[in-house]
T-cell receptor, first 112, second 110 residues
Framework: NAGVTQTPKFQVLKTGQSMTLQCAQD?????MYWYRQDPGMGLRLIYY???????DKGEVPNGYNVSRLNKREFSLRLESAAPSQTSVYFC???????????FGSGTQLSVL | QQQVKQSPQSLIVQKGGISIINCAYE??????FPWYQQFPGKGPALLIA?????SEKKEGRFTISFNKSAKQFSLHIMDSQPGDSATYFC?????????FGTGTRLLVSP
């Protein structure tokens, strides 16, 4: 039972570089989410996908794009990384939107 | 605006003591109030949750108290243990949205 799997666990980028964070869940959940966690800020929603084929912006979407590749996979892309995007990123999934979220173990991203 | 305010930001409790974390919400449409526990280097994990039709829910040493009229809810950890040292997040869900508090870092001293 893997649950929610995120890759990579750690990443260092230079300003302007691009990268994609991968997320996959094996619980047959409909909804998936990307959060960022910063000290004192709690968890802030970047993007979510209520169901396969749909994506919507969350609280802090600027500088990010997402793709719901299929029901299992939801990726987050940084097209041109900025130091302000240094954070810990969490992917989560839930059976229905907003209820019973299961989180992955996170990706620690540093942008220099 | 849909917000959840959490306090305190940090908390130190002696082993065996009671840890209390408070949250307040604004939107009366919220209908699900979970608490998440997060250990360093790990993702948040659902700890316990309550619906607004009950005033209290207990699971082992963890209890949620819910005051609908005051729009407040709290987490009580009885007989706190060093292994409970973690960051705790309250949240509120409604209109298909989940809003998190800013977190409380709990340290239980031996």
């Amino acid at each position: 039972n893997a649950g929610v799997t995120q890759t990579p666990k750690f990443q260092v980028l230079k300003t302007g570089q691009s990268m994609t964070l991968q997320c996959a869940q094996d619980m047959n959940h409909n909804s998936m989410y990307w959060y960022r966690q910063d000290p004192g800020m709690g968890l802030r929603l970047i993007y979510y996908s209520a169901s396969e084929g749909t994506t919507d912006k969350g609280e802090v979407p600027n500088g990010y794009n997402v793709s719901r590749l299929n029901k299992r996979e939801f990726s987050l892309r940084l097209e041109s990384a900025a130091p302000s995007q240094t954070s810990v990123y969490f992917c989560a999934s839930s059976p229905t939107r907003g209820y019973g979220l299961f989180f992955g173990s996170g990706t620690q991203l540093s942008v220099l | 605006q849909q917000q959840v305010k959490q306090s305190p930001q940090s908390l130190i409790v002696q082993k065996g003591g009671i840890s209390i974390i408070n949250c307040a919400y604004e939107n009366t449409a919220f209908d699900y109030f979970p608490w998440y526990q997060q250990f360093p280097g790990k993702g948040p994990a659902l700890l316990i949750a309550i619906r607004p039709d009950v005033s209290e829910k207990k699971e082992g040493r963890f209890t949620i108290s819910f005051n609908k009229s005051a729009k407040q809810f709290s987490l009580h950890i009885m007989d706190s243990q060093p292994g409970d040292s973690a960051t705790y997040f309250c949240a509120a869900s409604g209109f298909q949205k989940l809003v998190f508090g800013t977190g409380t870092r709990l340290l239980v001293s031996p």
